[in-house]
């Protein structure tokens, strides 16, 4: 199959799994806040992989609820997307946006780090932490 047509697929599950997720009763889904990041249809459209994040609610619980309306949200894309094969589906925890959000934090450390260097040395220093000579402009007169 077209890498394009696949695409196309993944996107259109991408977007109709936004609207079923809301349909969902399981208490373990419908209580938390869970975004569908990705969605990964193989080549030839028998199984889907779907990354899900939630910001509250354990991650194992929120995988259980899903896997256990599985076959609810399978019957649910059968009716909107107008495929031949109906993807069997898994899910799995996406944990990027729970690295960029460690990443940021570890930046915004190191940056407050170099602000109270700077505040307390009081003259400037060049990359490698050794003061300027010539008074901190780092020209050559």
Known sequence: MANYRQNKINSAVECEMASILREIKDPRVADAFVTITAARVSADLKYCKLYYSSLTGDKKEIGAGLRSASGFIRSRLA???????????????????????????????????????????????????????????????
Not at 97 to 111: D, P
């Open 79 to 141: 009716e909107r997307l107008n495929l031949r094969i109906t993807p069997e589906l898994t899910f799995e925890a996406d944990g990027s946006i729970e690295h960029g959000a460690h990443i940021a934090e570890v930046l915004r450390g190191i940056e407050e780090e170099r602000r109270e260097r700077e505040s307390a040395g009081g003259s400037r220093t060049d990359e490698t932490g050794e003061k300027d000579e010539n008074g901190g402009n780092g020209e050559d007169e």
